[in-house]
């Protein structure tokens, strides 16, 4: 799983924090992937692609 806030603005480049999460670990990421489904199910989040 990755997940990240890039933000590829001037201000993403040049003066937010951005920062990317690649996570290996098989089991957490089946819980984080779980986490993400139940936000879209709940209507909390929206699905990008």
Do not use: C, M, P
Request: proline letters at 0%; glycine letters at 6%; zero cysteines.
């Amino acid at each position: 799983v990755f997940v990240s806030s890039a933000n590829f603005t001037e201000a993403g480049q040049e003066r937010n924090i951005e920062v990317g999460l690649k996570i290996e670990s098989q089991w957490l990421a089946k819980q984080i992937t779980t986490h993400f489904r139940h936000l879209v199910d709940y209507g909390l989040a929206k699905r990008a692609f």
